[in-house]
C-alpha cells in the first residue's frame, strides 16, 4: 500500500480494483483491428486489417457538459458514457467516417470502483453501439479538482472512410432536401440552460414526472445521446448522401449552415417532425424565445442529411426499415441564412 499517496487522498488499490471491474464491459467493445490488451502505454489498432485502399482518418473528441450535474444530483451514472462516446463519434459520422476506437478520460474527487465500473459500462454500451473498440483511457483522482462525489469525462474518437467517399458538403446543390433524424431528447448540449430553468428559475424536482413529461424530469433530462453511426453508415451504402450534419451546441442556426456552399441557406418547417415534450416544457419554464429555443437545442432533431429530392423517399424509407424516425424537415435554399417557418 503507497501509505503516502492515500495521506494525500489518492488510493492505488482503489484504481486496482476499478480496472478490475471495467475489463468485462471493454472485452465487449472488441471488434476486427483491435489489437493488445488494456493495460498497456498505448491503444493499438491494425487499420490494415480492414483493407481500406485511400483511408482517410477523421478524429473527434468532445465531453458531456454539464449534464454531468443531473447525474450527480440523480446519482446515476450508468449513462453518461454513452453520452461522452455519442458526441465524438455522431461527429465523426457526419464525414461519412465509421469510429473505428475510442478512448475515455475520466477524472474523479474519488476513486469508487463501483461508480467507475458504471461510468465505464456506459462508455462500453456506446462503443457497441457504434461498432467502435474501447482501446484505453486513463482514470485520474485528482482530490484538490473535484469534490468526492464529482467526476469529468471526455472521449475521443478515430474513424476512417475511403477518400472517395468522404462526405465534405461540396455536393451540396439549392434544392436538395434536409432529412432529420429523431433526437431522444436533449442529447449532450444546452444543460447549464436547463440547469438555470429547472432549479435556479423554478426549483423544480428531478425526482416528480410533470405533466406532459414520460418519466421523471431528472430521467427525461438523463436519457442518453442517440447514437446514429450503425444506421447512418447503411444508408450511405445505398444513397448518395450530399452532407450530414450532427445537431449539437447552437441548435439549427450553427450546425446546418457548416456544410452549406457560399450563397447558400436552409429553410426549415416546425412541425414536420415530431417534437419530445422536453422542449416545449423547458420553453415554458424558462419563459425562452420559441425561435431561440432553436438555437440553443436540437428540438428532436439529432442529425440531419442532406439529399438530392429524387432519393428523399427511399431515404426515410430506409431509415425507417432500421427502426430510426426519419421525415423531410426542410430543403437548401439559394438565399443565405436560416429560415424557420414556426408553427
Known sequence: MAKS?????????????????????????????????????????DLASLNYKEPVLVSGTDGVGTKLKIAFMMDKHDTIGQDAVAMC??????????????????????????KIEAIVKGVADGCVMSNCALIGGETAEMPDMYSEDEYDIAGFTVGAVEKSKLIDGSKVRTGDLLIGLASSGVHSNGFSLVR???????????????????????????????IYVKPVLQ????????????????????????????????????????MPPIFPFLEKYGKVDHRE?????????????????????????????????????????????????LL
Not at 471491474?21 to 489489437?35: D, F, V, Y
Not at 452532407?243 to 450553427?254: K, R, V
Not at 430543403?331 to 417557418?341: L, S
Request: aromatic letters at 8%; a negative charge.
Open 5 to 45: 499517496y492515500e495521506e494525500a487522498g489518492v488510493r492505488l488499490e482503489a484504481g486496482y480494483e476499478s480496472v478490475k471491474r471495467i475489463k468485462k464491459h471493454i472485452a465487449a467493445t472488441n471488434r476486427p483491428g483491435m489489437m493488445g490488451n488494456i493495460g498497456s502505454f498505448g491503444g493499438m489498432f
Open 89 to 114: 463519434v455522431n461527429d465523426v459520422l457526419a464525414q461519412g467516417a465509421a469510429p473505428l476506437f475510442f478512448l475515455d478520460y475520466i477524472a474523479v474527487g474519488k476513486n469508487e470502483p463501483a
Open 196 to 226: 438555470k430553468i429547472v432549479f435556479k428559475d423554478n426549483q423544480l424536482d428531478l425526482n416528480k414526472q410533470y405533466e406532459g413529461l414520460p418519466d421523471t424530469l431528472g430521467n427525461v433530462l438523463l436519457t442518453p445521446t442517440r
Open 235 to 274: 444508408v450511405l451504402e445505398q444513397v448518395d448522401i450530399h452532407a450530414i450534419c450532427h445537431i449539437t451546441g447552437g441548435g439549427f442556426d450553427e450546425n446546418i449552415p457548416r456544410v452549406l456552399q457560399p450563397g447558400q441557406g436552409i429553410f426549415v418547417q416546425e412541425g414536420s417532425w415530431e
Open 293 to 341: 429555443m432553436f438555437n440553443i437545442f436540437n428540438m428532436g432533431v439529432g442529425m440531419v442529411l442532406v439529399v438530392h429530392p429524387d432519393d428523399a423517399d427511399k431515404t426515410i424509407s430506409l431509415f425507417q426499415s432500421l427502426g430510426e424516425k426519419a421525415s423531410v424537415i426542410g430543403r437548401v435554399t439559394d438565399k443565405e441564412g436560416v429560415e424557420i417557418a
